[in-house]
C-alpha cells in the first residue's frame, strides 16, 4: 500500500464548478499535511498547508481528518488557471530531514 | 534571487553512460534533496541532505550517489546508468524548521537513458 494516496482522475469540470480532492495517508504517526500544485511540465509548488481544523485561502478549502487519515481540498467556482495536477503531502514524525511523502497526485482539467 | 536552479535541463544518456546532474541554491537553505518523478509513482525521494558534507539515502538510493561540497550545491552522480533511470529528476531545498512543509523545487532534468 502507497503511503499517501489519490484518485488520479482527471477530473474534468466546467469552469465555475466547485470540486473536491480526497487523499489518505498510511501513517497515523504523520505530523503535518499539504497540498501542492504542479502545471504540466513543471515544478511542484506549495499551495497550502492543512490544519486540523480546517483552513480557507480564497476559493480553495483544505480539511484533516486524523481519526480517517484523511485529506481533502476542495475548489470552489473553478478558473482555468486551476487546471493542474494536486499532489497531497505527508510529513511525517521524528523527520530529522524535514522529509516530506507525495502522493500520485490527482489531475484536474478546467474547460470554458 | 534565482531560487533553485538545475543544470542541464534535458540529457539523453546510453546505457553504462555516466553524468552528473548539478543542482544550486541562493536561498542559504540548510537542507537539500533529489526526488525523481515517474508517471503514477509521484515524487520520490532518491538523496537527501542536512547540511554541507553530510548526505542521506532516501527511498530510491540505488544507482545514484550525491555530494554536498558547497551548502548551496547538491550534486547527483548516474555512474552507469540504465533505462530504468529514465525519469524527470528534480532538486529541492528548505529551511531545517520542524513544521515547515515548504520545499523549493527546481524546474528539473529530463533524462532519457537508451
Known amino acids: 500500500r502507497k503511503e499517501v494516496e489519490q484518485d488520479p482522475g482527471p477530473f474534468n469540470v466546467p469552469e465555475g464548478a466547485t470540486v473536491a480532492f480526497n487523499c489518505t495517508y498510511s501513517n497515523s504517526a504523520s505530523q503535518s499535511f499539504f497540498w501542492y500544485r504542479q502545471d504540466c511540465r513543471k515544478e511542484p509548488k506549495l499551495l497550502m498547508s492543512?490544519?486540523?481544523s480546517g483552513n480557507e485561502d480564497g476559493r480553495f478549502t483544505a480539511q484533516l481528518n486524523r481519526a480517517s487519515q484523511y485529506i481533502s481540498l476542495l475548489i470552489r467556482d473553478s478558473k482555468l488557471s486551476d487546471s493542474a495536477t494536486y499532489l497531497c503531502v505527508v510529513k511525517g514524525p521524528n523527520n530529522a530531514g524535514n522529509m516530506l511523502t507525495f502522493g500520485g497526485g490527482t489531475r484536474l482539467m478546467v474547460k470554458p | 534571487n534565482a531560487g533553485v536552479t538545475q543544470t542541464p535541463k534535458f540529457r539523453v544518456l546510453k546505457t553504462g553512460q555516466s553524468m552528473t546532474l548539478l543542482c544550486a541554491q541562493d536561498m542559504n537553505h540548510e537542507y537539500m534533496y533529489w526526488y525523481r518523478q515517474d508517471p503514477g509513482m509521484g515524487l520520490r525521494l532518491i538523496h537527501y541532505s542536512v547540511g554541507e558534507g553530510t548526505t542521506a539515502k532516501g527511498e530510491v538510493p540505488d544507482g545514484y550517489n550525491v555530494s554536498r561540497l558547497k551548502k548551496q550545491n547538491f550534486l547527483l552522480g548516474l555512474e552507469s546508468a540504465a533505462p530504468s533511470q529514465t525519469s524527470v529528476y528534480f532538486c529541492?531545498?528548505?529551511?531545517?524548521?520542524?513544521?515547515?512543509?515548504?520545499?523549493?523545487f527546481g524546474p528539473g532534468t529530463r533524462l532519457t537513458v537508451l
Open positions: 492543512v490544519y486540523s
Open positions: 529541492a531545498s528548505s529551511y531545517p524548521q520542524g513544521g515547515s512543509g515548504t520545499q523549493y
